[in-house]
């Protein structure tokens, strides 16, 4: 089945079964700049000692993200063991995903991949929101006490996911405001602006898990697929 792919490369391979991105999504590809690694980004919190991240990695957010788990070190495998696509449910490539969310990490050298889909590119987007605040601290500790409001512009669909995902990273750094909810309220793909809101807390070490520290949001193999029903976005970040 034909859709739209925006981006330079094709996805890398994953932890835990992932298999990169499905091999019938085609259509056009651009954007995403291999040269970009670590172009423009936020700065992350600065110091992690100061609030105790650590670069753990991708495994470590991978247990931290919830699931299955009760405590008898089976909660991973079953994860690893989720139906196929011909068995009904989640393709290879989506295996990992981290308890109810549509969204997994990947592994990738020194860095880490977020894959994230949905119904369509504004699911999409929200569930990579919600994947990159996770890999901070698992939002499933995050209550939803307070809100902010967000606007990003962009001059194609890579950009404006770049923005999107690089003003929550900004305001997090800034206000440790870690949002556990993330709704777009518009999303316009002809002036490529979004606006949106977030529910969450500010950040506290006493209270909320510690996962590792995201410095910055990067072009390096970003990739936007969809098709009708199904959207799905790769985006390496820098940590």
């Not at 995903?97 to 990947?106: M, R």
């Not at 510690?210 to 799905?232: H, N």
Request: charged content about 25%; proline content about 3%; aromatic content about 10%.
């Amino acid at each position: 089945e034909a859709g739209t792919s925006y981006g330079a490369h094709a996805p890398n391979a994953g932890a835990g079964g992932s298999q990169g991105g499905p091999a019938d999504v085609k259509g056009p590809s651009y954007g995403g700049d291999e040269d970009k690694d670590d172009e423009g980004g936020s700065g992350g919190f600065g110091n992690p000692d100061e609030y105790g991240f650590k670069g753990a990695g991708c495994e470590a957010a991978y247990v931290q993200g919830g699931g299955t788990d009760d405590g008898d070190g089976d909660g991973e495998e079953q994860r690893r063991r989720r139906p196929r696509s011909d068995d009904g449910d989640l393709p290879a490539y989506r295996s990992a995903a981290v308890g109810n969310f549509k969204f997994e990490y990947l592994d990738h050298t020194a860095d880490v991949q977020l894959h994230a889909w949905g119904a369509d590119l504004k699911e999409a987007f929200e569930q990579c929101a919600l994947a990159m605040f996770n890999y901070m601290s698992p939002i499933k500790h995050v209550r939803l006490q307070e809100s902010r409001t967000y606007r990003m512009e962009g001059h194609d669909l890579p950009s404006l996911l770049y923005a999107f995902l690089d003003e929550l990273l900004f305001v997090f750094a800034t206000e440790l405001f870690l949002a556990a909810s993330v709704r777009i309220t518009s999303f316009d793909r002809e002036s490529f602006v979004i606006e949106a809101e977030g529910f969450g807390e500010t950040f506290d070490r006493t209270v909320h898990e510690v996962g590792t520290e995201i410095k910055a949001i990067t072009y390096s193999a970003m990739s936007i697929g969809e098709r009708e029903g199904d959207a799905e976005i790769f985006v390496i970040v820098d940590i």
